[in-house]
């Protein structure tokens, strides 16, 4: 069912390169995308209809959710869910709400000073995927952090359900109102990010595209990037699982499978010192899949090229191939996980112990589910407030501070052959460099 890498004796130089990983050709995607992108930008809500209608099997007549369907959502769901929610919801924002960053002033020299100012994005455009499963508890991760950065204007899109008349599914949209959020569109895939990058006739254009999605998204992200700020590439899911013989092989088999259930192509892979545990797990893996709802899916993805057992003889060895793998989910399931959890560097999300599951991250911990994958959180953290605002250097220096600092900026720009820019400071001294002494 999952395949196995023996790493004993002596790691590969080239640990990146051997991990089982997905084979996701984005840039293959670019060339699908961008006509329809382009078809996007040049005829606006009429393509977006007829992509709708091409891609999702569904006939639309406006992109924008009448409110009353949002209202009705909220009306009909499920008061377990709503709870469930609501508390979802109350968790991220105390974690998100601590994320908020100070304007800090630094007095460089008296009279000069350099504050960096946050200033949230003027509007965002969030993806909620909704292709193979629908994800509700995407609208809090989105909305949350954006609503604390400040955000003044914020737009949810999700692809139109068949089922739902051409909506997206009502969970989504009773997410959108517990939220407060009023701007809902019923648009997925490629098209949704063009619609938020060019705008049209129903969306007016957004600075910032953010959410999860499926190749065809993270194509469209990576093409319309410079024209709108993306966050990470949040593509197919991976949980990677650190474990020793203290391990539950039950608990670890459970986990791998929770993420297999997302996708075909998603990534499960186990990083063990212990051939037993290996082994138990392999063994508990049949029977929780079969005896689970998406059984065919979640075979597929634990017997797919990207999921894996990989057996090392040390924690030491296993930190490095955790690290080179870079997962979306880390999970630390090892004698003294917090330690061991303290020495990885590179990893979306860290899970420590058995009772910290990835599922628990998903919904409820507090902490953000949209995570780089793919091997970029080896560059790239999650969705945070952070990643709606802009940092903004504000110099403000007295005449006397710049004269201080008059000859170091000539000498510099003398040496990079750029003139002007010591004539602008001389410009303000009567032509001359100020003979001040520097602080
Ligand atoms: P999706 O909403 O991303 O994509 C569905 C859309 O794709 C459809 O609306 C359709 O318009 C478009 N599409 C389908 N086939 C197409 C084609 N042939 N050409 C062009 N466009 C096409 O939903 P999904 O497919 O279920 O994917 C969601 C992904 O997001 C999964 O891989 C899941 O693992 C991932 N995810 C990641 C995170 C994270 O934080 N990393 C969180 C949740 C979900």
Redo the contacts with the bound molecule.
Sequence with gaps: MISRIDMRGSLPANLRDVLPRAELDVEAALE?VRP?CDDVRHRGVAAVRE??AR??GVEIATTRVPAEAIERSLAELDPRVRAALEESIRRTRLVHRDQRRADVTTQVVPGGTVTERWVPVDRVGLYV?????V?PS?VVMNVVPAQEAGVPSLAVTS?AQKEFGGLPHPTILAACALLGVDEVYNV????AVAMFAYGTEECAPATMVTG???I??AAAKRLLKGRIGIDSE????EIAILADDTADPVHVAADLISQAE??TI?AAVLVTTSPELAEAVEKELPGQVSATRHSARITEALAGRQSGVVLVDSLDDGLKVVDAYAA?HLEIHTADAAAVAARVRNAGAIFVGTYAPVSLGDYLAGSN???P?GGCACHSGGLSVQSFLRGIHVVDYSRDALARAAAHVTVLADAEDLPAHGAAIRARFDWRVPQTETD
Excluded at 129 to 133: F, L, Q, V
Excluded at 188 to 191: E, F, L, T, V
Excluded at 234 to 237: E, F, K, M, R, S
């Design positions: 699908k329809i992509l709708t891609f999702d995927p909704g292709g193979r499963a994800y995407s692809p997925g895939g490629a098209q999860p999605g499926n065809w998204v949040a593509g197919p899911t997302h996708d998603a979306e589910h949209v995570l994958t």
